[in-house]
Structures are given as structure tokens and as C-alpha cells.
């Protein structure tokens, strides 16, 4: 169904380019990186699987078209970026070897669609170099991101230019930083590209001035999706466990545990393998929803809005992200060896999942979203994990400079953005002309506003949406964030920081144009 919702949603958009006389601009690029196919018993379930899900665009919540809006033009960029799917950490690949033996152990047998069980075992081939590394659909994850950016925004980068991203010391973080930028430059990548991989812990001078600034916080918990969580996990994976029992006879005695495990599983060995996983038929649409929102709240009571401290840690980097946003193209920075440089039009930075999700929570899309309950799936949130935090999750800046003549308003129309092969299920054939246009201050011919793009989908700050496709006028966005900051209030204090070392004025993100830093570190692509 998914697949004709998007191919109509398509033919509606050129349609539309052709009716407006404008020729519509069709993108190679496909906008999913993997097939996502349904199982047996539910139609997309490796769109349900949270943190643990493939990446894949979209959906478009806002009804908004992530095309350029009117008479605007795209000026910078700046994605953050997550890392891409990945092999398994030694915890979880534990549970996996601990489930693999209780099923051996047994004396059973299972049918329907959990007669795979006795043929079943963990997917890797290699453990131990394996283990946390970034896998074969991680790395096409990243290659095609490069690839789509570089395509998606033409004008902001010129070849035969030097190229630099940034990644959070990690290694399946680096790796995908340096598979964007082999797919952003592609046989030029090892001459002109270059990584800079930040270390969080590598001096005290680093605090809140990294891609992981909760690594020096000592206060910093993860929530781990709070008592909401344990809440809901009790209340949907009981009926779902007694479910999978019926299918097996013999001694073999599954526990909520075990089906916790189950449709992560399905996520981590599909992209691992490039085939759907068998566990991936043993869920209904309905039930891998609930795994999902036990995710959510993973999220939200983690380090997300539903709470205070973690969902603070990257509002330093934020606000410096955006004040460099705001000043626009053409600032300098300095390499380590005193020579100038400068900073990329797009920038990119490479992180972790709890650091996508602590900056989604600082960016304000989220300001007024459903409060999470853990006994129930509210209608209509928009917190969802699958749709942000999935593997290869982005959240991006666009600095929009909107351009007022009166002569071109009047006979103005929007080119949609669309794909060769179809449009994305997140875009829609509503033309941005038809949203809120701004008013200019008198006298003036251009504004700047600033558009946040969550898996490529347009969210909107609830403050601060009467801009081209409800973006946010920049000036205003930048008072927005300081005044985040301001409320957030003393983090260096709030984080019981005592090293003299540390400093006091916390700059966020100077490792963009000062790569001298000792904490930093240049990696070839």
C-alpha cells in the first residue's frame, strides 16, 4: 500500500511541475539506500524496529514538501548525522548467543512462523572483528548519503576542492564519516577529503566542545526509558509471548526477554545479511508498533524531552552550530599546522544515537509533543523513534535565504523535489506557495531563515514557523536557542564539574574552525 501511496504521491508532483510550466527536478539518487520489504506477517518491519531499524526517509508528518521552498535559495547546509547500521556490541550479541543456546538446548518443535528455530543461528561469521564495527548496509548507508547531499545541493560545493567532515571519535562513527565523504567525492576522496575525528575525553579543555559532551558530564544518566518503559514492556510483550508459546511444543519456554530481543533481531540481522531475517515474520504490524513505542520511550525518558539533564548536553554544540549558521557562508578556520581554511558550505558531523536524540530535543521541534505514558500509545505523537534515531539518522540545517521581488512573487512557482523512481513517501504535492509567505522589513530584498530536516522529512518549531515553508526567520531561531541555553542554566555546574582545567565559557563546537585542538585528530578518508 505504502508502495501506491508513493507512486501516486509522484505522478501528482510532476503533474503539477508540468501544469506550472517548470520542468520538476528528478534526483538519481534513490530515496531509500535498501529495499524494505514486508514478511509474511507484516507489511514494513524494518520500519518499526526504533534505534535498531535501517535507515529510511520520511514519513512526511507536516504535510510539507522538502523541496527548496519559493524563491528561496539554499546558501549552507549542515547535517549531523548517526552512525550507519553496524554489527552488534558485545552485550547484545551476547543475549543473541545466550538465545541461540537455550534454543539448542531444547528438545522441540516449532511451526508456522517460527518453524525457522531449530535451523537458526547469530548471523555473524566473525565476531570478534565484527563486533561494533559498521556493516556492509552501514557503509552503503553512508556512501549514498555522500551521493545525495552532493547531488541535492550542487551549487554548494565546487569540484577539485578540499572537502572536511567531522566524527566523534567511535569507530563505526569514523568509519561512516569516511564512507560519506568517499561518496560525496568520489574518486577524488583521497586526495581532497579529510576526516576529523573529535575525542570527547581527550582533554579537560574538550568539555561541551564535542560531538559527545555528555562523556565529561559526571552527572549524566541515561534515563533508559524510566519506570514508563519497564511499564509498557509489562503490559504488551505478556500477550505476545503467549502467542509465540502456542507454536511450540516440547521444553522449550520462551521469556519476555527473549521476545524483547526478537525484533531486534529482525532489524540488526536483515542489514547484516541483505536478506529480511525470518524473525522479521514473527510479528504483526500491531505488535512491532508496540516494540517501537517501547523504543520511544527508550528515547523520550532517556536522554530525550522526558528529561531534564541529558536532553541539555548538546545545546552548547547547538547554539554554535547555528550561530555559524547564521553568520553564513565564508568562515575561516585554522588546521593545525597555522595554515587557513575554508569551512565547508555543507557541513557534516558523524555521532552516536544518544547524541542525535539529545539534539533533536535542543532544537525545539519537539517543544510541545505528546508527554509519553507508559501504559498507553497515545494518538497522534509524533516522537518516534524509528522516524529519527534509525540507523544513519539525520538531523539537518538549511540556511534559506528567501529573495522578495515583486515581479518574480507574482509569476513565482516552486520546482517539487522529486525521485526518478518515486517520490519519497514524505513528500507531497503541495506547493509551497500555498503556505504563509513572510513580509519583508521595508526597503529590504532578502531574508534569511533556517529549516530543520529529521530524516529528510521538514519538521517545524511549534514558535516559530511563519517563514517559506514554515521555517523559522533566523534572527529569531538564534534567540530561541540562546535563550534554551540561558534556561538550561550553568552546565559545567549542573554537571558537577571540578577540574580546574575545564573551562568556564563553554564554546561548543570550536573544533569547526580551530583543528589545532589536542583532542583532535586527522583521519584520510
Known amino acids: 500500500m505504502a508502495v501506491f501511496r508513493s507512486i501516486s504521491l509522484a505522478s501528482v508532483t510532476v503533474l503539477l511541475a508540468h501544469l506550472n510550466g517548470v520542468q520538476a527536478t528528478t534526483f538519481l539518487a534513490p530515496e531509500q539506500d535498501i529495499v524494505l520489504p514486508a514478511s509474511g506477517s507484516a507489511s514494513e518491519p524494518l520500519e518499526w524496529a526504533g534505534a535498531n531499524s535501517p535507515y529510511f526517509a520520511g514519513p512526511n508528518i507536516y504535510g510539507i514538501s522538502n523541496a527548496v521552498p519559493d524563491n528561496c535559495v539554499v546558501e549552507q547546509v549542515a547535517y549531523n548525522v548517526r552512525h550507519g547500521s553496524r554489527y ?26 517460527l518453524a525457522f528455530l531449530q535451523d537458526w543461528q547469530p548471523v555473524l561469521t566473525n565476531s570478534a572483528a565484527q563486533m561494533s564495527q559498521e556493516s556492509t548496509t552501514g557503509y552503503k548507508e553512508a556512501y549514498d548519503l555522500g551521493y545525495q547531499v552532493r547531488t541535492r545541493y550542487p551549487k554548494l560545493y565546487a569540484y577539485g576542492t578540499p572537502f572536511i567532515s567531522w566524527a566523534n571519535l567511535y569507530p563505526r562513527v569514523v568509519q561512516t564519516a569516511q564512507n560519506f565523504v568517499r561518496g560525496f567525492l568520489g574518486q577524488t576522496a583521497t586526495n581532497l577529503g579529510l576526516v576529523i575525528s573529535i575525542n570527547s575525553t581527550g582533554s579537560p579543555r574538550a568539555l561541551f566542545d564535542s560531538l559527545s559532551p555528555s562523556d565529561q558530564c559526571p552527572l549524566f544518566a541515561d534515563g533508559n526509558g524510566g519506570t514508563q518503559q519497564v511499564s509498557w514492556n509489562k503490559i504488551y510483550l505478556p500477550p505476545i509471548l503467549e502467542r509465540i508459546q502456542t507454536m511450540i511444543t516440547g521444553n522449550l519456554n520462551f521469556t519476555t526477554t527473549d521476545v524483547s530481543i526478537m525484533p531486534y533481531l529482525c532489524g540488526f540481522e536483515s542489514q547484516i545479511t541483505g536478506t529480511l531475517s525470518p ?22 525518558y532517556g536522554m530525550g524531552p522526558g528529561t531534564d539533564l541529558p536532553s541539555k548536553m548538546m545545546l552548547p554544540y547547538l547554539n554554535a552550530l547555528v550561530g555559524m549558521l547564521a553568520q553564513g557562508p565564508g568562515i575561516n578556520g585554522t588546521f593545525a599546522n597555522g595554515t587557513s581554511f575554508t569551512l565547508p558550505k555543507i557541513l557534516t558531523s558523524f555521532m552516536n544515537d544518544g547524541q542525535i536524540t539529545e539534539l533533536g530535543a535542543a532544537t525545539g521541534i519537539w517543544d510541545n509533543t505528546t508527554i509519553l505514558s507508559g501504559t498507553e500509545i497515545p494518538e497522534g505523537y509524533d516522537y518516534i523513534s524509528s522516524h529519527f534515531v534509525s540507523m544513519r539518522g539525520t538531523v539537518a540545517f538549511e540556511r534559506l535565504n528567501w529573495i522578495y521581488n515583486t515581479t518574480s512573487l507574482s509569476s513565482s512557482t516552486s520546482v517539487p523535489y522529486t525521485n526518478a523512481t518515486s517520490t519519497p513517501a514524505h513528500s507531497n504535492s503541495t506547493s509551497t506557495s500555498s503556505l504563509p509567505k513572510p513580509t519583508p522589513t521595508s526597503g529590504s530584498t532578502n531574508q534569511t531563515y533556517i529549516r530543520i530536516l529529521i530524516n529528510d ?42 577540574n580546574a582545567a575545564s573551562p568556564t565559557v563553554l564554546k561548543g563546537a570550536s573544533f569547526f574552525t580551530n583543528l589545532a585542538d589536542s583532542w583532535l585528530a586527522q583521519v584520510a578518508p
Open 88 to 113: 552488534p556490541d558485545a552485550g547484545a550479541y551476547a543475549q543473541w548467543t545466550a538465545l541461540y543456546a537455550k534454543i539448542q538446548n531444547a528438545t522441540f518443535t516449532a511451526t508456522g512462523e
Open 279 to 300: 524473525w522479521c515474520g514473527v510479528f504483526s504490524d500491531a505488535e512491532l508498533k508496540q516494540y517501537e513505542y517501547s523504543q520511544d520511550l527508550r528515547y523520550y
Open 457 to 498: 522529512a521538514v519538521y517545524v518549531v511549534p514558535s516559530c514557523q511563519d517563514g517559506p515553508g514554515r521555517s523559522c526567520l533566523m534572527s529569531e531561531y538564534v534567540a530561541l536557542v540562546k535563550n534554551k541555553v540561558a534556561a538550561a542554566g550553568d552546565l559545567r555546574t549542573r554537571c558537577n564539574v571540578t
